[in-house]
């Protein structure tokens, strides 16, 4: 009867994986351990303390490079398929450049590598989470062509060491937060702000060291270790304010967000977006340039470039609607510095508030974001790389719990209704950790950590313990008795599920309906 009334099972494939990620400022610590190189993080969080709101940074953060085995104990008691975690390149590479590496900075993730294996968790590996080596942004980091080359001997330094263990590579992390909201507000590592042209190199040049690091690998390591790579994308979705109204302005927000960054690689006719293109040409031209502001790619590049991913890795966190700008109006952080669309964004009025103000929740934009990947570019893989609930301090999470299970039922509409190619799903993040801006006053781990203490205890929330009934089963609508199974243990209250008291009440009325006219 409960099956008959809509609460039936939710189930994701049985080869879907289960993940959850960190990444190396966020947990690591050991900012200057073992002759680490210095970061743009390392430098920006102490010499840019007003922008950090508890003027905290990553020092020891969650001590990760010390407490690295706690990682791995957490990881495998949720019994995770996945861990994706970062690499920090000046750990390996103190300079940035290949001729001195770090023994230390190797063993380091060697080991970590080891014991996740060990423990049949399958390491998923990012090579740039922001934190470029200093030295290298002395150079001009992602505004100096040579970057696509160093990249690539970074990328080659580590194929040679993991290679043989690590099958799933992320070259970058969000090139959309490096280079377009980095640059456009100077808030973040490197805290330079340059909109004009900022962006829009670090938009080029970025998307050629991902694809040299590509291309690297896959002449001098894919036939030898087989494995797959690609970049994460973080995919702001995009709604009309108005609508039929705003549809355009949104169809050309998605260009601009989405395909600036992803039409180069999976686009069939690879190079920028036409629409994009002319955009900013014309746009350029207003503004007294007589060029476009966004770099060309010769034929060269474009061949480079298209075909350089063998999986598309989304991380979906928000949705925002999209309008015209009224006379005057300064731009919203992301969309910032394109007065070129001359939009701005505003939060959808039913999505849910979280302890971010840029982060509303809007589980239905992941469905229509895994549907737009497949319209635009075709049939491919999807590994979600992100998704995490930004909330406070408490343990008994069930906010975050939720959170997990409406964006998992996305996932599990998309499959099945859409036939989109979703092979996993990874949680942001496994535990508290830096959260940039932010420090330590927001949190988004299954694993409590309180930085300020000296053990750095990662302690399961109550979202932990569902997230480790979904992997357990697959099953989305997980019974309340899995998810209570430990809460004694751990101290936290009982759950009853909203969804199974729906479920429960909804029974009731069909047996009451049978009842009468029985
Ligand atoms: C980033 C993470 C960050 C998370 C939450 C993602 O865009 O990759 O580093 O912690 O968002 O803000």
Redesign the pocket.
Same mark, same amino acid.
């Given at each position: 009867m409960l099956l008959a009334v809509g609460c039936s099972s939710q189930k994701l494939p049985p080869n879907f994986k289960f993940g959850a990620a960190t990444?190396a400022y966020?947990i690591e610590g050991g900012w200057k351990a073992d002759g680490k190189g210095k970061s743009i993080w390392d430098e920006f969080a102490h010499t840019h303390k007003d922008a950090i709101v508890d003027g905290t940074n990553g020092d020891v953060a969650a001590d990760s490079y010390h407490l690295w085995r706690e990682d791995v104990r957490i990881a495998s008691e949720l019994g995770l398929n996945q861990y994706r975690f970062s690499i920090s390149w000046s750990r390996i590479l103190p300079s940035g450049l290949p001729n001195n590496m770090s023994k230390a900075g190797v063993k380091y993730y060697s080991d970590l590598i080891d014991e996740l294996l060990k423990q049949n968790i399958e390491p998923v590996v990012t090579m740039y989470?922001?934190d470029m080596p200093l030295k290298i942004q002395d150079l001009g980091g992602w505004t100096n062509p040579l970057i696509a080359d160093w990249f690539a001997d970074y990328a080659r330094v580590l194929y040679s060491l993991f290679a043989d263990r690590v099958k799933t590579w992320i070259t970058i !992390?969000?090139a959309v937060?490096i280079c377009d909201m980095i640059y456009n507000t100077g808030i973040l590592a490197p805290g330079i702000k340059n909109e004009e042209l900022g962006p829009f190199l670090c938009n080029k040049h970025l998307l050629l060291a991902h694809a040299k690091a590509y291309r690297v690998y896959e002449r001098e390591f894919k036939d030898k270790y087989n494995g797959r790579l690609s970049l994460s994308h !973080?995919i702001l979705w995009i709604e009309p304010y108005q609508y039929p109204r705003d549809k355009e302005l949104a169809k050309l927000g998605l260009e601009y967000m989405i395909g600036r960054y992803s039409h180069p690689i999976f686009s069939k006719e690879g190079g920028w977006p036409p629409s994009v293109e002319k955009k900013l040409l014309e746009y350029s031209l207003k503004q007294g340039f007589n060029y476009s502001r966004l770099p060309s790619f010769t034929e060269e590049e474009k061949q480079l470039l298209k075909g350089s991913a063998d999986f598309y890795a989304l !991380?979906y966190?928000t949705t925002h609607m999209i309008r015209p700008a009224k006379e005057g109006e300064k731009g919203t952080w992301f969309l910032n510095g394109s007065p070129e669309l001359g939009a701005m964004l505003e939060i959808p009025a039913d999505a849910e508030l979280s302890a971010?103000v840029i982060?509303p929740v809007y589980p239905k934009g992941l469905r229509k974001t895994l549907s737009y990947l497949k319209n635009s570019y075709g049939d491919i893989d999807i590994l979600i790389t992100?998704n995490?609930y930004?909330g406070k301090h408490q343990m008994y999470d069930h906010v975050r719990l939720k959170y997990i299970k409406d964006h998992l039922t996305q996932v599990y509409l998309a499959i099945k209704e859409d036939k989109v190619h979703v092979i996993g799903y990874t949680y942001?993040?496994l535990m508290d !950790?830096f959260?940039?801006n932010s420090g330590y006053s927001v949190t988004?781990g299954l694993y409590a950590m309180d930085h300020k203490d000296p053990k750095k205890i990662r302690s399961p929330r109550l979202s932990s313990q569902y997230y480790a009934c979904v992997i357990k089963t697959h099953e989305i609508n997980v019974s309340d008795e899995c998810v209570n199974e430990n809460i004694e243990k751990l101290h936290l209250q009982e759950y009853h599920s909203f969804g199974n008291s729906v479920c429960a009440s909804k029974a009731l009325i069909v047996l009451l309906i049978l009842f009468y006219f029985s």
């Open positions: 990444a966020q989470h922001y !992390n969000e937060v !973080n !991380n966190y971010s982060m992100e995490g930004p942001w993040a !950790n959260e940039w988004f």
